[in-house]
């Protein structure tokens, strides 16, 4: 699977968790997950490239203990460093 796919899974998953996503420009200085009036937030900043973001969105979905109760497909898995059942 190809860095902007996985990305792609990886945003559809965090909408799953409940994150609103967000993409704005913070050219560089910021992005990530936050709560703001309980409700659960994920900025991407759209001046990194798809690896650097991929890893943004990772980051967030390791956060929530939500993970471990979906399926995920083999490479977000991977990408997470979470191990199958």
């Known amino acids: 699977m190809h860095t902007v ?3 792609e899974q990886s945003l559809e998953t965090a909408k799953e968790l409940g994150f609103e996503v967000r993409h704005e420009w913070l050219g560089g200085g910021g992005g990530g997950a936050c709560e703001i009036g309980g409700r659960k937030c994920l900025f991407i900043d ?3 490239n798809a690896i650097e973001q991929l890893e943004q969105v990772s980051d967030a979905l390791r956060s929530d203990p ?3 109760l979906l ?3 083999k ?3 991977q990408q997470l460093g979470i191990q199958a059942a």
């Open 75 to 77: 490479e977000l898995r």
């Open 66 to 68: 939500a993970i471990y």
């Open 5 to 7: 796919e996985l990305l």
């Open 71 to 73: 399926p995920l497909p």
């Open 46 to 48: 759209l001046s990194l």
